[in-house]
């Protein structure tokens, strides 16, 4: 029998499926916005366990609220009312301005809830249009959502009922309803496909051609929402109110936890027996995310907002060559690199600096930081990004600088115009 130690670090390939490409780092403790691993190394935390920590590690407020929780009542099944599940669905329906909630444990779960309910809603019209590059989740009703061959790969046949379109095109979508269309499922930004942000109207466009056609706005807010852009969900960035909206990652700050919110025709439709979840909407994960809600106040949300602003300043005040985009809301970031410099090597050399971080589709460093990051956090990462690009000085001769690049001047004379 291996010691846990021997079987932690010597054979932990031979114990887990290959399902990830890990970095070799085993983080032991966190506090605030950073990490540490277990030679007492600090690392800051610009990923939140890819947009979950939104209020850090080991929130005083959200600690709390799990170990009162944890030490009154774990499970007892969705057969009984919570007091603390309706708590919280009442501040969700309170947020979006929609009718009631189911609760589930993850964003997939919630997108394949969200599927079913839609179904349901259409009587037999069944086919949802999704986007292509749009990421809905793992499990097969949500893969056959995500319209990416990468992610398909092996595993055909997938879930009919599907119809594929190009993110930010209306004209295609106008194009791909039939009689058997019931719903059009979009994420406000693609996050797994390079944080890409549609023109703006885009949601607009949809909820209107919604409206004309019977079907459900679907919005997957699973990496947008719960603070992430700015706004407790990003489709209030525009004038819109959808159906359906799917939440999962930040909501709990890292318990598991999903909610499905829906508007009353979707909910009228749902019956006891329909759908269900043994551990959706666990005590202890309503509790915290109970706690998450009522720490998103209105100065929090203008906060993320304001340091997101800073980020993608300082970034494109760099005036780097290397940087062919930079884009997103909030604190969801997404720094487009030219072709010779790998984002997955700059994510490496973040490390090594001390800076966690991860990629997004296309060649693009993606940002997911905490909502509680101050100024000198910041400081530290655009210095540590700053090395990074120096430590690619030999490739400055061969880059020419591009449209793009005298677009990121444009902007950088328009940052600094607006500043004077
Ligand atoms: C937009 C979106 N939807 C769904 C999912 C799937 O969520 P989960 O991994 O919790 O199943 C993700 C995860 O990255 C996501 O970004």
Redesign the pocket.
């Known amino acids: 029998m291996l010691t846990q130690k021997e079987s932690q670090y010597n054979d932990y390939n031979k114990y887990l499926l290959n399902t990830y490409k890990r970095h070799n780092i085993n983080f032991v403790s966190g506090k605030g916005c950073y990490l540490t691993d277990e030679q007492g190394t600090e690392y800051l935390d610009m990923l939140c366990g890819?947009?979950v920590t939104g209020f850090g590690h080991n929130h005083p407020a959200l600690v709390d609220a799990a170990q009162q929780q944890i030490n009154k009542l774990w499970h007892v099944s969705n057969l009984f009312e919570s007091d603390l599940q309706a708590s919280l669905a009442s501040k969700l329906v309170l947020g979006t301005g929609l009718s009631s909630v189911f609760f589930c444990?993850?964003?997939?779960?919630?997108?394949e809830a969200a599927i079913k309910f839609a179904r349901k809603y259409g009587k037999g019209r069944s086919t949802i249009i999704t986007t292509l590059g749009?990421?809905?989740?793992?499990?097969m009703g949500?893969l056959s959502a995500?319209a990416q061959y990468k992610l398909w790969d092996g595993f055909h046949p997938l879930t009919p009922g599907f119809k594929y379109v190009p993110f930010d095109d209306i004209e295609s979508v106008l194009h791909s309803i039939d009689k058997h269309t019931v719903a059009i499922m979009v994420?406000p930004i693609?996050?797994?496909n390079g944080i890409i942000v549609p023109s703006k109207g885009y949601l607009k466009k949809l909820r209107e051609i919604c409206n004309e056609h019977n079907l459900l706005l679907i919005l997957?807010?699973?990496?947008?929402g719960i603070g992430r852009t700015g706004k407790l969900f990003a489709y209030q960035w525009e004038d819109v109110l959808p159906d359906i909206v799917?939440s999962?990652?930040g909501i709990a700050n890292g318990l598991?936890l999903?909610a499905v919110i829906c508007s009353e025709k979707v909910a009228n439709e749902v019956n006891p027996g329909m759908h269900g979840s043994t551990f959706g909407g666990n005590p202890v994960s309503v509790a915290v995310a109970n706690e998450v809600i009522d720490l998103l106040t209105e100065d929090v949300l203008k906060r993320i907002n304001g340091i997101g602003e800073t980020i993608k300043e300082k970034v494109l005040s760099m005036r780097s060559p290397l940087i062919k985009e930079v884009r997103g809301k909030g604190m969801m970031i997404g720094i487009e690199l030219v072709d010779k410099v790998k984002a997955a090597d700059v994510c490496s050399k973040f490390l090594d600096g001390g800076v966690v971080s991860v990629t997004s589709g296309g060649n693009v460093l993606r940002l997911l930081p905490p909502f509680i990051l101050t100024k000198k956090d910041v400081d530290f990462f655009i210095e540590t990004f700053a090395d990074i690009l120096n430590s690619y000085e030999y490739l400055k001769t061969e880059i020419k600088v591009d449209k793009k690049a005298d677009r990121i001047d444009n902007v950088v004379q328009f940052v600094s115009n607006r500043k004077a």
């Open positions: 890819i947009a444990n993850s964003g997939s779960e919630a997108n749009g990421f809905h989740g793992r499990t949500s995500s994420e693609q996050g797994e997957d807010e699973v990496q947008t799917t999962a990652k598991p999903g």
